[in-house]
C-alpha cells in the first residue's frame, strides 16, 4: 500500500506540474538532483540531514553549524522535499552540497544512497522514508531522527500502519521532544529513545545573538510602542488592522505570510495611517510611517526585536506559525485559536508569557491591559524569555551523542 500510494502521488504531482507551480518545482528540483550529486560528490562520505521544508531545516540548522565549526573537514549533505525549503536555502552556506530529496521509490533510495554515500543520515521531525530508511539500515548507516514529536493518531500506532511502523524499529536512535513521545514509540515497541526537547529553542537563541540592526526598522521603532505582527493572514490582519487604526499611541510592523501584491495591496486599502513598505522604505520615509509592511522575506525573526508585545499569525487557519521566534526577545506572544497541536505554544500559554485570543474584543481587552499595566507587560514578557532559555540544550545533546 505505502508503495502504491507513493506511485500514485509522483502520478498526481506530475499531472500538477503542468499547471502549478510548486509541482513543477518539485518535479523539476527532484530531477535536477542526480546531475547535482553527480556533479558535487566525489570520494568523500557525507553527514546526510534531510528537512522537509523551511521550519525542519531551522531546526536543524544548529547540529549542522556546530559541526560545521568544530569538524569542517566533514562533508555535509542538506536534502528538502517542498519548494519553500529548496528554494529558500539552496544556496545555504553551511552544507557543501544541497538538492531536492527524490520521491521515496525502492529505485530511487538505492540510486540516491549509492551516489550520495551519507555516513550517517539525520531525518528532522516529522520525515519517516520508508524505503530510504530500509536502504541505509541494509548498509549499516546510523540514522538518526531528531527533534521527532509522536501522536497516538499517526499511523504508526494504528492497526492498520504496524507495517509502515516497522520501519521506525531500523532507526538507531530517536531524539524526541517529550515523554509522550517516548512512550507512544514503546507501545511498538521502540525503546532507543531520548528525550531531548526541540532544538527549535537553541536555533532562536542562535538567531537572537547573531541578529544584526536593521537601521529602517530602528528608525521605524524608535521612542514608540511597536506591536510586530508575524506570518500573518486575512482572519487576523482585520483584527491587528482596526485596532492599530483606532490607536493613534501605537505603531505597526506587520509581515504577512503572503507577500503577493494583490495582498499587500489589499492590506494597505484597510490602513488609515501612515505606512510604507520596507523595500521602499528610507530611514526618513520609516520615522515619518506609521506601519511598516514587511515585503520581504528573511527579516521577521530580527524584526521581532523591536516589538514590545507581538503577535504570530496563523491561529485563525491551519495553525500558529513559530511562537519561539518572537518569545526569545521577551515580549509578550498573542496568538489566535488553532494552537493546542503547538508544544511550545502551550507550554508557554502556562508559563504566562503568550496569551490566546478568540475575536477582535479579546484582542483589545488585552492590549488595553498591557498599555494600563507596565508591570505586567514585563512579566509577561520575562515569562517568555526565561520559557526559550529554560528549554534550550537539545542540539548540544544529540550533538554529543552522534556527532562529536
Request: glycine content about 6%; overall charge positive; charged content about 25%.
Amino acid at each position: 500500500m505505502y508503495t502504491l500510494a507513493i506511485y500514485l502521488y509522483m502520478l498526481a504531482v506530475g499531472i500538477a506540474s503542468l499547471f502549478h507551480k510548486k509541482a513543477r518545482l518539485i518535479r523539476r528540483g527532484q530531477h535536477n538532483t542526480w546531475r547535482i550529486l553527480r556533479e558535487s560528490i566525489g570520494e568523500d562520505h557525507y553527514i546526510w540531514f534531510h528537512a522537509a521544508s523551511l521550519g525542519e531545516f531551522e531546526q536543524g540548522r544548529p547540529l549542522m553549524e556546530r559541526l560545521r565549526r568544530e569538524h569542517p573537514e566533514k562533508k555535509i549533505l542538506l536534502t528538502f522535499f517542498s519548494p519553500s525549503g529548496y528554494e529558500v536555502r539552496k544556496n545555504y552556506e553551511g552544507a557543501d552540497v544541497v538538492c531536492y530529496l527524490p520521491f521515496d521509490t525502492a529505485l530511487n533510495a538505492r540510486k540516491f544512497i549509492r551516489m550520495a554515500r551519507p555516513e550517517a543520515a539525520y531525518f528532522i521531525k516529522y520525515e519517516f522514508w520508508r524505503n530510504y530508511i530500509e536502504v541505509l539500515y541494509k548498509h549499516s548507516i546510523p540514522i538518526y531522527s531528531v527533534s521527532s514529536i509522536f501522536r497516538p493518531n499517526q499511523i504508526f500506532f494504528r492497526w492498520y500502519g504496524r507495517n509502515y511502523a516497522r520501519c521506525l524499529k531500523r532507526m538507531t536512535h530517536f531524539f524526541v521532544q517529550n515523554e509522550s513521545s517516548r512512550k507512544l514509540l514503546a507501545t511498538i515497541g521502540v525503546t532507543q529513545v531520548t528525550i531531548v526537547g526541540d532544538t527549535r529553542f537553541d536555533r532562536v537563541l542562535d538567531i537572537m545573538h547573531a541578529a544584526k540592526p536593521l537601521p529602517i526598522a530602528e528608525a521605524f521603532a524608535s521612542g514608540n510602542r511597536v506591536l510586530v505582527a508575524g506570518s500573518s493572514w486575512q482572519p487576523c490582519e482585520e483584527i491587528l488592522i482596526d485596532y492599530f487604526n483606532r490607536h493613534d499611541d501605537l505603531r505597526l510592523i506587520l509581515a504577512p505570510h503572503v507577500v503577493s501584491e494583490d495582498h499587500l495591496r489589499e492590506i494597505e486599502a484597510k490602513l488609515r495611517r501612515p505606512f510604507v513598505r520596507y523595500t521602499n522604505a528610507t530611514e526618513k520615509s520609516a520615522r515619518q510611517a506609521h506601519c511598516l509592511i514587511i515585503n520581504c522575506y528573511g527579516l521577521l525573526s530580527s524584526i521581532y526585536r523591536y516589538a514590545e508585545v507581538a503577535y504570530v499569525g496563523g491561529g485563525f487557519g491551519v495553525g500558529i506559525h513559530n511562537v519561539p521566534e518572537a518569545a526569545v526577545y521577551g515580549v509578550p506572544v498573542i496568538i489566535g485559536p488553532n494552537n493546542k497541536k503547538f508544544r511550545e505554544a502551550q507550554a508557554l500559554l502556562k508559563a504566562g508569557g503568550c496569551f490566546e485570543i478568540q475575536n477582535a474584543e479579546d484582542f483589545n481587552r488585552l492590549m488595553q491591559h498591557f498599555h494600563d499595566d507596565p508591570a505586567a507587560l514585563k512579566a509577561a514578557g520575562d515569562a517568555a524569555a526565561h520559557y526559550i532559555s529554560d528549554n534550550a540544550g537539545a542540539a548540544d545533546l544529540i550533538y554529543e551523542a552522534t556527532l562529536r
